[in-house]
Structure formats: C-alpha cells, structure tokens
C-alpha cells in the first residue's frame, strides 16, 4: 500500500511518525509540507520522499490522507483530483469537513472517508474513528489507522462529538497535566520530578482503566476513601462543577466541529 499525506502539520507528522514506528517502509509514503524548507526539513527527519506538489505526490498512492486545515480542504481536492489513482481512497483527517463535500470535489467513483485522529498517532496510541458512505468497505483503512492506535467506525452524524471527545480530547489531560504540575512545583517539588510523577499518574491511570470492564464511576469509588486525601481533592473538584465543565467543553467543541468548513 502506497501512501501520501497531504498538508504535513503537526497532526500529519504524528500519523507520519506513527506510520514509521509501525514498519511501514519509507519507500512507502509520500507527503507534502509547506513551505519547501519545511519539506526539507521532514524529508531529512525521516527519509522519506516530501515536496510542495499535492497533485505530484497522489499520483501513485493507493491511499490519500487530507491532512491540512478544513478550509483548505477544497482547494486541495481541486489539486489532486486529476492525479489521482482510480481505486484511490481519500481520507480526509480535517474536522467538520462532511463526506458530501469531499466527494463533490473527486472524481466519480473515488472513496471518500473521514477520519477523527489525534496527536497520539506518534506513539501509536492515537484513538481514531472512521466514517464513509453506507457500505463502504472499511478494512484496508482500519488497518491502516490500527498501525498507530485503537479504531473504531461511526456514523457521520456523530463525527462532530468524535472529535471533540477524541480530536480535542488529549488537550483536556493536557490541561489537567500542566495544572497538577504547578500544583506540585508551588508546593516546593523540582519541576522535572513533578513532571515525572504526573506523566506516569495519568498513564497509570488511563492503563487501569483500559485494563477494567467497569465504569470509570466505579473506579472512582474504588480509589476514594471516605474522609481521605482523594476524597477531600474531589469534595473541591465537584464543589467547582469540573464535571459540568468537561461537559460543556466537550459540547463547545463539537459545536466549533459543525462550523468548520461550512
């Protein structure tokens, strides 16, 4: 299967790395990146083959993955559209982009798939979820996003929450990281020993509870002694409605979803 990622950014270079760190061979995978140097820059990192010509690099690709801003994803199936293969499968991995746009601008018969994926796509812990017209065979494409993660198929109708629990989701632990760690270096601990405490909390964390079948809830109660240390922490969490927080955050991204690139 031959490759090309379209529009390298930070997303694009995370499926790219992950892709890599899978065993795909370099000989594989083309991309683009703008500006030159900066096609330069990630050719030299990792070996592969990345210019600034879209309609060049899908030429031969069995596989296109759309990885540039939504409002530039028009422009960019304009420009590849003539070059494409055939049997070619465009993925696009832009938020808020629907399918019936996608395919307008490719040629008839082309595949056209969204994908929901996220920066984890680096260590290949990415969770990505797919959507396509009804009875599209999804295969070739779970396999290919299996290589850097979990994956999971969805109606289109619910891409918009995918990607705000999904897409924006590593910012929230993100967020949740960087104020435990302040936390801990107000409370006089170095910053680097801080770090290492929070980084290796959080995936303790997430390990247990990917390694349970019960509910995050109950996990909670398991870990929470009446009147201890844990307890008092989340009296604090649930007096500032965090939980409600969450949910309107995740609510404000999906909204933000449904307006990109409309």
């Avoid at 065993?23 to 990345?50: F, H, K, N, S």
């Avoid at 690709?61 to 028009?74: C, K, Q, S």
């Avoid at 590593?170 to 949740?176: D, G, Q, T």
């Avoid at 303790?204 to 509870?209: K, M, N, Y």
Wanted: net charge negative.
């Amino acid at each position: 299967m031959d490759i090309a990622i379209i529009g390298v950014g930070h997303l694009g270079e995370a499926v790219l790395i992950g892709l890599l760190e899978s065993g795909m061979p370099p000989a594989q995978i083309w991309a683009t990146a703008q500006p030159a140097e900066r096609a330069a820059i990630l050719a030299d990192a990792y070996g592969i083959e990345v210019g600034t010509d879209n309609a060049g690099a899908v030429s031969e690709a069995d596989v296109v993955l759309i990885a540039t801003r939504p409002g530039a994803v028009e422009r960019v199936l304009d420009e590849i559209a003539p070059a494409l293969e055939p049997d070619a499968v465009v993925v696009s991995l832009a938020a808020g982009v629907p399918l019936a746009k996608l395919a307008a601008r490719l040629p008839e018969g082309t595949i056209a798939v969204r994908a929901m994926t996220n920066v984890a796509a680096r260590a290949r812990e990415a969770a990505t979820a797919l959507t396509a017209p009804e009875g599209t065979d999804l295969t070739e494409i779970e396999d290919l996003f299996d290589r850097v993660g979990v994956t999971v198929t969805v109606e289109e109708s619910l891409m918009d929450l995918v990607t705000a629990v999904g897409g924006s989701g590593p910012a929230f632990l993100l967020y949740l990281a960087d104020a435990m760690t302040s936390a801990a270096v107000d409370g006089g601990m170095d910053r680097a020993a801080a770090r290492v405490m929070v980084e290796q909390t959080l995936l303790g964390a997430c390990l247990h509870l990917q390694s349970s079948d019960e509910p995050p809830a109950e996990l909670l109660d398991q870990v929470t002694t009446p009147g201890g240390p844990t307890a008092a922490a989340l009296d604090v969490l649930n007096d500032a409605a965090v939980g409600d927080a969450v949910r309107r955050a995740v609510a404000a991204a999906a909204r933000r979803g449904r307006g990109l690139a409309r």
